[in-house]
């Protein structure tokens, strides 16, 4: 009898954690996300936002163009200003004043 309630409180415990570990990975994306967009201005940091941010938060931006900002980032360092952007193969000059408002390098 006390192994079955053993078993029974095991398989509770077994339950509960699996179903606690992606609510754990969905705090840790939330708080990547946070450094990568400001609470304050609301502002996107192209310097420590991933491809995905990216390309769902700067106008003209797909995926492809938001990975190639971050593989320039891994290259060359972090950008000194907005501008740099522009840096960018497929970036212009147009994409990053439509996006000024939306962009820091914090």
Request: proline residues 2%; glycine residues 6%.
């Amino acid at each position: 009898m006390r192994i079955k309630k053993l078993l029974s409180l095991l398989t509770l415990v077994v339950t509960f954690s699996a179903a606690f570990l992606p609510a754990q990975s969905a705090l840790a994306a939330t708080d990547k996300e946070s450094q990568a967009i400001s609470v304050v201005t609301g502002k996107i940091n192209i310097n420590s936002a991933d491809a995905q941010t990216l390309a769902s938060s700067i106008k003209g931006i797909g995926l492809k163009k938001a990975q190639a900002i971050v593989d320039y980032r891994d290259a060359n360092g972090p950008f000194i200003n907005i501008q740099d952007l522009a840096s960018v193969s497929g970036i212009g000059q147009k994409t990053v004043a439509k996006n000024a408002d939306l962009l820091t390098v914090k």
